[in-house]
């Protein structure tokens, strides 16, 4: 979490902001579609919040990547490629 924090906050406030109101939206507008529409629009809206959370995550394992030190266990296999990548840091 403590890397969490040292992301700029207003990156981080924009980003769960995008996410916030992406589903809110979304469900304002839900009853008046069809349903077909619907299954469509919540497939988008899905794949534009899950991108928008890989996309902190992605900036969380970056930030774990540059603060963490070097005897860090996960790091060094991160680093080194052995295994997982700056991404499962976080």
């Not at 919040?49 to 860090?72: F, Y």
């Not at 680093?79 to 499962?88: I, P, R």
Request: with cysteine; charged share 20%.
């Amino acid at each position: 979490m403590i890397f969490l924090i040292n992301m700029p906050f207003f990156l981080k406030k924009s980003r769960i902001n995008k996410c916030k109101y992406e589903s809110i939206m979304f469900t304002s507008q839900l009853n008046s579609m069809d349903p077909g529409v619907a299954s469509e629009k919540k497939k988008l809206v899905e794949a534009e919040i899950s991108k928008t959370l890989n996309q902190v995550r992605e900036d969380i394992g970056s930030n774990c990547n540059k603060e963490l030190p070097p005897s860090n266990g996960p790091l060094i296999m991160a680093t080194c490629g052995s295994k997982g990548s700056a991404t499962n840091l976080s």
